[in-house]
């Protein structure tokens, strides 16, 4: 091959490259980001407990290991043909749903009155951020396979919705009681199913529908809101408190509404540029577990309105580079499947920040790399190796041509 031909393949795979860099590079920053965060909101509680052995890193140390067994996953799965997920994908998304029936079992570990963990030796792992990725998984090998049907006939649209979406988020909601998961699981197969099924009226009347009846619902519960005697006798009131609190959270401020008005505090009182890293009230007792889903407030806190924009603006650099992935994918079952993830990522922030700033009831929706939490940074890091697999192959594939294309230059 000639020099020339050569120089300009090397400028190709140098350009290619730098869509694996960029989201590889922002990852890790978000990943880092987050640490610094746990630290800062845990180091109080950890330094002051004993069931963190009284020690400051505790859960900076437990997040780290999952972090560090992450990325080396991420990086690994990257060379991994994703093509082999469309053959596995019934297997996988079967295994994943069926897995929820161990919560059931003494392998379940319970937390504020809900399994949602099982315990395998010296790990816990949350069921339900399997069946996210399974999920997702099963969705693009569907639509992969049947893509005339999906996008022509409605019933395929609803066959997709029923069977990988609704069937699952169901069971994920009474099995392990988990609103948050089951939510984001029914908001990644409506927008999946949005996108690929070519079926824009259904879509818009479902969407018109769901969002009177939370305009109107919210109107009727806001004339008959209980008092907190009341909804502390009611067997519903932990999940009916969430909502009851997010309309009217003063009512309730010695409850249900305490964590989402110290949340707002935290927010308001960070001002431009915040109280500086490790300087928050708010998470002196005021806010429970900040290290968990309410972290978006301390960042809010203590690096300021700059400091959450730049963490947004973090998130948004790196959905743009999934929807990129997805959009110049060889094939249709990689663009569902990048898709997918770029949609969980999405609806996780959104729900995540929705509810800090009670735009949203709270439904304990983590903020993806941020948040305290082994197994769903895991599962994360996972998803990101399955984007890294598909522009890999792609650009494989891309590389073949341009060499094909620069070599019949040349012979001309």
């Not at 960070?270 to 577990?289: A, T």
Request: charged share 15%; proline share 2%; net charge positive.
């Amino acid at each position: 091959m000639k020099k020339s031909v050569k120089r300009s393949l090397d400028a190709y795979i140098r350009q290619m490259d730098r869509i694996d860099l960029r989201v590889i590079a922002c990852v890790i920053l978000l990943n880092v980001f987050g640490l610094i965060m746990i630290y800062s909101a845990s180091a109080y509680s950890c330094s002051t407990l004993a069931k963190y052995n009284y020690d400051s890193l505790y859960l900076l140390k437990k997040q780290g290991i999952f972090v560090l067994a992450g990325i080396v996953v991420m990086l690994l799965l990257q060379y991994f043909n994703y093509n082999y997920l469309q053959k596995l994908a019934p297997i996988i998304f079967l295994v994943s749903v069926g897995s929820l029936f161990l919560l059931r079992t003494g392998l379940a570990v319970r937390s504020h009155g809900a399994a949602r963990w099982i315990r395998l030796g010296p790990v816990q792992l949350q069921v339900a951020e399997l069946v996210k990725i399974a999920m997702v998984i099963m969705i693009a090998a569907f639509v992969a396979k049947h893509a005339n049907q999906v996008q022509r006939f409605k019933n395929m649209a609803v066959y997709l919705w029923i069977f990988f979406t609704i069937i699952p988020a169901g069971m994920v909601m009474f099995i392990s009681n988990n609103l948050s998961s089951a939510l984001i699981i029914l908001g990644i197969g409506f927008m999946l199913s949005f996108v690929f099924t070519n079926q824009e009226k259904l879509h818009g009347i479902i969407a018109g529908i769901g969002l009177i009846g939370i305009f109107v619902g919210r109107k009727l519960l806001a004339k008959n809101l209980p008092t907190q005697k009341q909804l502390n006798a009611s067997s519903s009131s932990f999940r009916m408190g969430r909502f009851y609190a997010w309309i009217d959270p003063e009512r309730y401020a010695g409850d249900q509404g305490f964590q989402p008005l110290q949340g707002k505090y935290a927010v308001a009182s960070g001002g431009l540029f915040g109280k500086g890293l490790g300087n928050s009230v708010q998470k002196l007792d005021k806010i429970p577990e900040a290290q968990n889903d309410m972290i978006f407030s301390i960042v809010c806190e203590e690096l300021g309105l700059v400091g959450a924009v730049v963490l947004l603006a973090m998130f948004l650099f790196l959905i743009y580079h999934l929807v990129r992935i997805a959009v110049n994918s060889e094939n249709l079952f990689g663009k569902v499947l990048v898709m997918g993830i770029a949609f969980h990522i999405s609806l996780q922030v959104l729900i995540n920040v929705g509810v800090v700033l009670t735009i949203i009831p709270n439904t304990g929706a983590s903020l993806p790399f941020i948040s305290y939490g082994g197994s769903a940074v895991l599962f994360t890091l996972a998803e990101m190796g399955i984007v890294l697999s598909v522009n890999r192959y792609h650009m494989r594939r891309s590389l073949q041509r341009k060499r094909a294309e620069l070599e019949k230059e040349e012979e001309q």
